[in-house]
């Protein structure tokens, strides 16, 4: 018996099993902030530009050909861009909720020629575009309701180069800055950006579960000494070591995997 609980109190009087147990803590305590903060309802309208431009027609006046839409005729380059606009938050988005609508403008007030709603997530939200605008290159929407994951791709078709800025704004209710999610400036189109994603998922979930196997491992080699009686922790004990590495890279890829939430574009796709 006495055996026994002196060789307990040198188990738990041990240094290194203090550090692994403030590891496991800091965790433990990371984790109930992580998910609390994952399950909160909130409303998180988020927009996003096709990387993917694209030129229409090209009217340079050096020459003869013209180019008239609706009978009217129209000079230099005729671009199309789409962008994506969605709920990310878990609580709905109703038309009661939107204090300031939501504004596409595009930049030196070039005219938009025509739009058009390429996709919606579902009919029931009730999309409505106000053109009243567009010559000035603005355009406003608004919506019956838009929950999670709500949401719809417009397409534009405008007289300027494709590279020219567009911005977004609106006002929800809990929300004063629509979010904005780009992507990376190497990717050169939308199918790479999410093959790159996906595979960014493949190596975080990868980590996670060796990760995970490397403090089983651990556990399982403590108590084995633990059982014969050897000394539990070498003088040189890299695998605790590699093990606290490790849970450093569990609690960041973690993060990672629940806040990096529609980061390969809208949910319904464009």
């Not at 405008?158 to 190497?186: C, F, M, R, T």
């Not at 998922?201 to 050897?230: H, P």
Request: hydrophobic share 45%; aromatic share 12%; glycine share 4%.
């Amino acid at each position: 018996m006495n055996q026994t609980k002196s060789r307990a109190y040198n188990f738990f009087s041990n240094p290194i099993v203090g550090i692994t147990g403030t590891f496991a803590s800091i965790l433990s305590v990371f984790l109930a902030i992580l998910f609390y903060n994952n399950s909160k309802s909130s409303r998180e309208l988020t927009y996003l530009v096709n990387p993917v431009k694209s030129i229409i027609a090209s009217v340079d006046n050096s020459t003869d050909m013209s180019v008239t839409y609706k009978n009217n005729p129209i000079k230099g380059n005729i671009s199309s861009m789409q962008v994506a606009f969605w709920n990310s938050g878990k609580e709905s988005i109703k038309k009661e909720n939107i204090l300031q609508p939501l504004v596409f403008s595009f930049e030196n007030n070039v005219e938009i020629i025509e739009v058009r709603i390429v996709k919606t997530s579902r009919k029931i939200i009730n999309i409505k575009l106000n053109e009243e605008e567009i010559k000035t290159g603005k355009l406003a929407l608004s919506w019956d309701i838009l929950e999670y994951n709500d949401g719809a791709v417009i397409q534009f078709i405008y007289n300027s180069s494709p590279d020219i800025k567009i911005n977004v704004s609106a006002i929800i209710e809990g929300q004063s800055v629509i979010a904005e999610l780009k992507y990376k400036p190497k990717i050169q189109s939308l199918e790479q950006y999410m093959f790159s994603q996906t595979i960014t998922k493949i190596y975080r979930y990868f980590f996670v579960a060796l990760s995970l196997i490397m403090l089983i491992v651990y556990i399982w080699q403590v108590r084995r000494r633990f059982k014969k009686e050897q000394n539990i922790f070498q003088r040189h004990d890299l695998l605790l070591l590699f093990n606290v590495a490790l849970m450093i890279v569990l609690i960041y890829e973690i993060y990672e995997i629940f806040y990096d939430n529609g980061a390969i574009g809208p949910p319904f796709g464009f």
